[in-house]
């Protein structure tokens, strides 16, 4: 049964060389130290210096693993962002949201009222690799957070169904401080 756990934490240390993903890369190895642990531990003659290794491993990823979910915490939308994020591109295929994402961090588009006359747009040489080194293998729901990010105010600004009635109150020209009305603000 100790046997099986080497041969349980290689596997494990193996799966997590094959994914992409750097939490599931940390937790996978997290659980492989473990078993690493108990093999080590369990021994006729327990072998202390690979097991505090081990504990050591497992204490510097079980911290980097906080670090991440913290990061990830941070990077969410909030409630209305995200509503509003998939009101806006609900209708664009992945393609159409990768290409829409490489035009908005590569030109200004705040001048376009069109999303979809934008996603039409070529793509040119220093564009196609940014959109195949940085954006094309994203997840669909990471696009969406990242264009909802990039193009918040242009968002709000285009009204999609109504969201802006919803999101951001009205402003009257009575209604602001004396001097902004002047100003036309």
Not at 60 to 71: S, T
Not at 76 to 93: C, H, W
Not at 106 to 135: M, P, W, Y
Request: with cysteine; charged share 20%.
């Amino acid at each position: 049964m100790i046997e099986m756990c080497c041969h349980a934490a290689n596997l494990l240390y193996l799966l997590s060389y094959l994914g992409r993903d750097m939490l599931w890369l940390r937790i996978l190895t997290c659980v492989g130290l473990t078993l690493g642990i108990v093999f080590f531990t369990c021994q006729p003659t327990p072998y202390y210096g690979p097991s505090a290794w081990h504990v050591c491993f497992l204490v510097i990823n079980g911290y980097q693993i906080w670090r991440l979910l913290r990061e990830r915490r941070q990077r969410m939308l909030t409630a209305k962002q995200e509503k509003v994020g998939e009101a806006t591109f609900r209708d664009l295929s992945r393609d159409e949201l990768l290409s829409l994402l490489t035009h908005v961090m590569c030109k200004n588009t705040q001048g376009q009222a069109d999303i979809h006359e934008i996603c039409r747009q070529s793509l040119n040489k220093e564009e196609q690799v940014l959109r195949d080194l940085a954006f094309s293998r994203l997840s669909r729901n990471e696009l969406l957070n990242l264009l909802t990010r990039r193009m918040w105010n242009s968002i709000i600004r285009l009204n999609p169904a109504g969201w802006k009635r919803s999101i951001q109150p009205r402003s009257y020209p009575w209604t602001a401080p004396p001097g902004e009305a002047a100003a036309g603000k």
